[in-house]
């Protein structure tokens, strides 16, 4: 008969989720069980051989979002279920490897994909920007106490312009960490709508702009002077154009 704990201890003492105390009181029973000796044997083993297989790859970030929304949608049916969770855990642990490879094997991702992929997570960052209580970091109009106040939390120059005479106004400033890179976020007013200019340094060549859009969000991307620019908003496409042609000729 299988044992109990398999399934509702066994990952955790594995990973290490267990209290100090409930995983000397665990390790004890693992080497007398029949069960989970050699569940935990097989455990150990399966991580090598994945650690030595090389098909690690930063996952997406449209598979990471599908992922998240797929977990809070799950709610376990009754407590008496709890322990399946594990056996559920497990499965999809396996199906995100497998997409994981199937990701980095896939002939026909490149850098376009990339930055749709980093659009993505912005498009998300500007949507949580908006919530009530978000800070913006610093609420000014005035482009040097922005640039002050961003440049102290990050390592690169940065270029910063009020273009009120355009219609778009400078609000302030904040740094955002999106895919685990900092950037920093400039915060622009158009006709009532706000406007994010994400901002981060790259090693890639100047790029002429890309466009798209993601749940009723526009976006444009560009590359110049080493430095990459992403501007999202809900604003008409041709506005979003426009300012990227502002902050484009501004020689920055």
């Not at 000796?37 to 083993?45: A, E, I, M, Q, R």
């Amino acid at each position: 008969m299988k044992c109990d704990l398999t399934d509702s201890l066994l990952h955790s003492y594995f990973d290490g989720e267990l209290s100090t105390l409930d995983a000397v009181e665990f390790g004890r029973h693992v080497e007398e069980c029949s069960d989970c000796g050699p569940t935990l044997v097989n455990l150990d083993l399966l991580s090598g051989a994945l650690q030595l297989s090389q098909l690690y790859a930063p996952a997406p970030a449209s598979l990471l979002r599908e992922v998240r929304y797929k977990l809070s949608s799950m709610t376990p049916a009754r407590a008496s279920a709890k322990p399946l969770l594990w056996q559920w855990a497990a499965a999809a642990a396996a199906l995100l490897l497998l997409a994981l490879a199937a990701w980095k094997l896939s002939p026909q991702l490149g850098d376009d994909d990339y930055e749709t992929e980093i659009a993505g997570e912005i498009v998300d960052m500007h949507m949580r920007s908006l919530e009530a209580g978000y800070t913006t970091g610093i609420t000014s109009h005035d482009e040097r106490v922005v640039k002050e106040f961003v440049e102290r939390k990050l390592k690169f120059a940065l270029p910063v312009r009020d273009f009120a005479d355009g219609g778009f106004v400078l609000q302030g400033g904040r740094v955002d960490v999106v895919e685990g890179r900092s950037m920093a976020a400039l915060v622009y007013a158009h006709e009532g709508r706000l406007i994010d200019v994400f901002i981060w340094p790259t090693r890639k060549p100047d790029s002429s702009p890309r466009v798209g859009s993601q749940r009723s969000f526009q976006w444009v991307d560009w590359r110049k002077g080493k430095l990459e620019f992403c501007a999202v908003s809900d604003v008409d496409p041709t506005d979003l154009k426009q300012l990227y042609r502002l902050i484009d000729s501004s020689g920055s």
